[in-house]
């Protein structure tokens, strides 16, 4: 839907990521008509690329691999995440200190979204809390709910380091992003506790079986 104001403000709402070329495309020339402004070339959103897009290949990940030695899972994971930026974020993997996989290690065994994941998306990503890591970013708590309180803490613990916060701020965190992973499909089984993680003494929570109907991912 595109609306003009009296005063003509152009807005368009209603689309989706599959659609943002056309749209983009059905603003512009509505601008045009409206505003009555004289275009110095046709569209280019067709052919227009995006960022990550440049240097990209369906062989990037064979790439990373031999330069890096990422799993093959972590590999692609990256090259389809990222794009050719995908080498930007296998160079802040920290050693493994394994022969193989030489860097990268997961934040949960399930899934291949690696640490340096994290500090890629506080230094380029601009993400500010565990949520918007492991929502907005990694997309883990969508896929398993369970797996990103998992992850939790090391998360936390990463994102103390790049951004310095204190034992109140990596508290409120924890307890921020658990009342968010409960909306996302953590079962009433998970509960905060005073039992102590081995990432954060401060911060755990007690993990039952969850149950057929409990949902949150399996």
């Known amino acids: 839907m595109i609306n003009v104001s009296d005063s003509n403000l152009i807005t368009i709402a209603g689309g989706k990521w599959t659609t943002y070329r056309a749209m983009a495309e059905e603003t512009v020339d509505k601008a045009i008509k409206v505003l009555d402004l004289i275009p110095s070339s046709s569209c280019r959103t067709e052919t227009t690329k995006l960022i990550g897009s440049h240097e990209y ?36 993997a920290e050693s493994t200190n394994k022969p193989f996989p030489k860097v990268g290690t997961r934040l949960n065994n399930l899934y291949p979204y690696i640490e ?16 918007d890591v492991l929502a907005r970013r990694t997309r883990l708590a969508f896929l398993n709910a369970h ?8 998360v936390i613990e990463i994102m103390s380091k790049e951004l310095n916060w204190d034992k109140a701020r990596k508290q409120k965190e924890y307890e921020e992003s658990f ?38 991912g399996v």
């Open 57 to 92: 290949s369906n062989t990037m990940f064979i790439k990373l691999i031999q330069h890096f030695g990422l799993e093959t899972e972590v590999a692609k994971h990256l090259a389809s995440s990222y794009g050719d930026r995908a080498w930007g974020v296998a160079a802040l």
């Open 179 to 216: 009342n968010f992973l409960r909306t996302m499909g953590l079962p009433s089984e998970y509960t905060t506790s005073n039992a102590k993680s081995r990432e954060h003494p401060n911060m755990a929570y007690n993990r039952q079986i969850p149950t057929e109907r409990s949902g949150g």
């Open 116 to 131: 340096a994941e994290v500090i890629y998306s506080i230094r380029n990503e601009y993400a500010c809390t565990a949520v």
């Open 147 to 154: 797996a990103a309180m998992e992850s939790l803490p090391r």
